[in-house]
C-alpha cells in the first residue's frame, strides 16, 4: 500500500486543519439557528434541535434545572414562554448548555459555540490520529480523515449544540479504545471501564449512539472472542440498561410517577419505529414495510451530502477494495465489516427516525473513512495499470467513475458547504 513520509502528512494536515476550521469559524458567527434558511436545518446541521437546545439553556439560566428535573425544555426561546419538559431524548447536551449560559452569564448562540468548537478541534485531530493508529498508513489516514473534516459531516457540525458534536466524538474514542482493548487481549478488565462509562453518557446524550456501539462490541467479541456473550458484551448492555433507566428516573421525578413516565417513553419508541403516536394525534407519516425498500438506497444516497465522495462510487471502490483487503489484512476486513453493521444498526431498530432524518447517515463515518481511504489509492492505481495497458474500457469506465466523484463533490460539498452555507453565506 502507498505511503508519505510523517512530513508531508502533518504539513497537509495542518493546510485542512486551517481550511476546515475556517468554515466551521465562519458559520458560527454567521449562520444562525434562528432563521429558516437550509444553512443548518436537515442537510447542512440539526437547527430544529439547535433551537432547542438554545431554548433549554435560556429556560435553564433564567429558573435553573431543578424545576424540570434537569430535562430540557422546548419553545422557551425566543418568543413563546412555555416550561414543559420535553422528556423523549436525553438531556445531557441541554444540561450542558445550560451549564454554558451559566459559565459564560449569556445565552447567546454564538457564546453558547464556542465549547463545542473547541471540543470540534480536539475531533478533527482524533478522527486522523484513529485512522492511522488502525492502519499504521498515513495516506490512508489522510484520505479517510479528509474525506470527512473536508465535508458536511465535519464542517456543518463541528459547532453544534445539541447531540451530533458530543455522540460522535464519544463514538470515535469508544471505538479507539475498544480496538485497543481486544488487540492486547481483552484480558485486563478494569480498562473495559471507560468504555462502558462513555455507554452510559452516550444513553443519556442520544439514544442512537448505543445502538451503534452495542454492535460494534458484539462485533469484536464475536471477531477476538468467537463468543457473542463475553463480559464485554454483557456488561456493556447492562449499562445501556442503567443509563436507559437513568432517563427513566429523571422522567419520572418529572411527572412524579414511573408509570407516567414509562408511558410517554412508549409512546415516542412507537412514533420512532413506526411513525405511530399513541398518546396524542399521529405527528408524522407512519413508517411501513414498502419504505424499507427505499432505505438501502438512502444509505448510499445520502453519502454524498456528508462526505467527500458519493456513496454510489464509495460502493464500487469499496467492493474492490475489500477482495484486496480480505487477502492482505483479513482482521482489518472483517473491522470493516462490523463497522457497516454497526452503521446501519439505528434504520433497523429505528426505522421511521433514520427515514425521517437524513443525519443519521453520520453513523457510516467510520466506515466510510476507513474504506474510502484504503479504496482511493488502490482505484488511483489501477487507473494507471489501466492507462500503462491502453485498456480503452477500463480507461473510460475509470474516467466516467472520477467525473462523477467530481461532479457530486462540486454540487454536494464544495457549493453548499463552502460557498452557499459557508463564507458566501449572508443571512
Known sequence: MNNISDTIYKKILFCVFIFSFSVVVYRAFNVSCLDNSPARNSIYGDGYSDKNTLSSAKYFYDSGFIKTAFL????????????????????IPNIL??????????????????????????????IFFVLKHVTKNNLI???????????????????NLHQHLYGEFLKWIYFYLLYNYFKSGASNKISFIPM??????????SFEQPVFLG????????????SIFTFETISAGIFVAIGFGLHILQNAIYFNSIDLAISDMKSAFMLRTAGVELTIQKAEAPFTWKNYWEVPFNWFN??????FFPGWAVLILGITAMKNLKQTNNELYKIIWVLFFASISWTIC?????????????????FYALLIGISLPLFINNFKIAWNDKSKKKIVFYTLLSLYMFAMFLTQQFIPVYILFGFGYHH
Open 350 to 366: 429505528m426505522a421511521q427516525h433514520a427515514f425521517i432524518h437524513s443525519f443519521t447517515n453520520k453513523h457510516f463515518s467510520i
Open 141 to 159: 489516514a489522510l484520505i479517510g480523515g479528509c474525506s470527512l473534516v473536508l465535508a458536511d459531516y465535519y464542517i456543518a457540525w463541528a459547532d
Open 302 to 307: 445520502r453519502m454524498e451530502r456528508f462526505y
Open 72 to 91: 430540557p425544555v422546548h419553545d422557551y426561546y425566543p418568543e413563546q414562554l412555555q416550561t414543559n419538559a420535553y422528556t423523549h431524548y436525553p438531556a
Open 97 to 126: 448548555a445550560g451549564f454554558y449560559a451559566v459559565i459564560f452569564n449569556s445565552y447567546n448562540e454564538f457564546v453558547l459555540r464556542i465549547i463545542p468548537m473547541l471540543l470540534s478541534i480536539a475531533f478533527f485531530f482524533f
Open 215 to 226: 454492535v460494534l462490541t458484539l462485533g469484536f467479541s464475536i471477531i477476538y472472542k468467537k
Open 196 to 205: 462502558l462509562i462513555i455507554m452510559l453518557l452516550q444513553v443519556n446524550i
